[in-house]
Every structure is written in C-alpha cells, then in structure tokens.
C-alpha cells in the first residue's frame, strides 16, 4: 500500500457499510422525493392557493426527516473513521432528479385525459404530490397504500395503468404485480415502477417482476409523463382492432 492509496477496511466492515449506503439512498430518496415534487407544484400555477401552505409544510417536515437521517449518518462516518464517500455510485442522485423541482413540464396538459390510473404509494406525502400531478394532466386516479388495498381495487374497478411504489408495508410491489399478471382481465396491464429502490439491480428486478417501465424517485415529473405516455400507447397499439 503506497501513502496516497486509502487504508483497506475490514470485509466484514465493507460489506455492512455496502449495505448501510444502499439503505441510506433509500431512505433519502423518499423525503426527498416529496420535497421536489412539492417544489414542483409550488413554482407551477396549476396548485390551487388554499393548498400552498400544505405544501410549505410538507417541505418543512421532508426537510427534517432528511436532517435526521443525515445526523444518523454522521454517527456512521464517525464510527468507520470517516473514511465513508457519501452516496457514491448508483446511490448518488443524478441531474433529472435534481430537476425535477424545476416547472420544466407543462402546468397542465391533456396527456392522460380520460387514463384511469391507479396509484400505489405507502408515503403520504409522495402518494398526494403523485396523485395532484397526473391528475393535473388529465387521469383520473384512485390511490392505494397497501398491496391488499391496491388488489381489492384491481378486482373491482376497470383501469388502463398502475403506477407502483416496490417497497409497502405488507406485500410488496413485486409480489403486487405478479399477482395482478396472474389476474385474467389485467394481464396485460401496463405498469410503472415509481421507487427508491433506484440501483441497476433494482430496475432488472423490476422489469423481471412485470413491471415495463422503472422511474428512481425522486421522480421527474417529465420522465414519467413520458413513461405513462408510452405505456398507455403501447397498450391501445395492441388491443385488436374491434376493440378500440
């Protein structure tokens, strides 16, 4: 080992820190979605004036639940000699997600005029800011926060897209996808992952599991209007022509 090559840590060691970061982008990803996605609505002029100091707070309370994480993570870089490099690799945050809190997609549009979507998402605050921005362009959307929920609705309503979060609270999106394609009348579904579990090995798992499209929170709203748009288009070009 020459003096400018760092000190090799212990496998053991690496292989929980390998671990730590994964769960760390995880969790940063969620409040941080919110946030951006917030932001987003707050600089459109689409949000109506009575929900604006909704909004304000549910910045400030994503805000602090990322300060917490992020005090948690300094005890972790104390504790491994600081020797850790913040959210490196696949964990790091790319520049479209970075955009996302930029008004860089239309206020309003007609793209899903007419599209019934349902909307998976455990998050509060993430599954309201979702539902306000595909309904800004045109969905109707109905919200579940469980796969139990998310099933119950599948089997008793009529929709032309899932829009997905992978990581609920009793089943996960995985699983809920699996058994939507076991499903007869929503087979062919389309399905959109929309979730922190954002690494490549993630989206193959994904895409493996049924899902088509894998959009890594934070979303940028313009990636998955595209990703929705395709879908939904897809799914028309292949119904049978007696049946448009």
């Known amino acids: 080992m020459t003096r400018d090559e760092p000190p090799q840590l ?8 390998d671990g730590f970061l994964a769960t760390l982008s995880h969790d940063l990803r969620n409040p941080l979605n919110a946030m951006l996605g917030w932001a987003h609505l707050l600089q459109s002029d689409a949000l109506p004036a009575d929900m604006r100091q909704r909004a304000l707070e ?10 917490e994480i992020l005090n948690d993570l ?5 504790t491994v000699g600081g020797r850790t490099q913040l959210l490196a690799g696949d964990a790091a945050f790319d520049t479209p997600a970075v955009r996302a809190a ?9 793209a899903l005029a ?20 595909l309904g800004m362009h045109g969905a109707s959307v109905e919200v579940a926060s469980s796969v139990v929920e998310a099933l119950r609705l599948v089997e008793t309503g009529q929709f032309d897209v899932l829009v997905s979060d992978l990581g609920l609270p009793d089943r996960d999106g995985y699983e809920l996808i699996r058994t939507i394609r076991l499903l007869a009348s929503n087979s062919s579904l389309p399905a959109v992952a929309v979730t922190a579990s954002a ?3 993630d989206r193959a798992r994904a895409l493996e599991a049924g899902y088509g499209w894998h959009i890594p929170k934070p979303v940028d709203p313009a990636l998955l209007l595209e990703a929705l748009s395709e879908a939904i288009g897809n799914a028309r070009d292949s119904r049978p022509s007696d049946a448009r």
């Open 199 to 201: 690494s490549p090995q």
């Open 114 to 133: 007419g599209v019934r979507l349902l909307l998976v998402e455990d998050e509060p605050d993430g599954r309201e800011f979702l539902a306000i921005l």
């Open 102 to 110: 930029r008004p860089h997609t239309p206020d309003r549009s007609t």
């Open 74 to 78: 300094l005890e972790v870089s104390r």
């Open 10 to 17: 212990d496998p053991a060691i690496e292989e929980w820190l």
């Open 58 to 67: 549910k910045l400030e309370r994503n805000g602090r639940a990322q300060a």
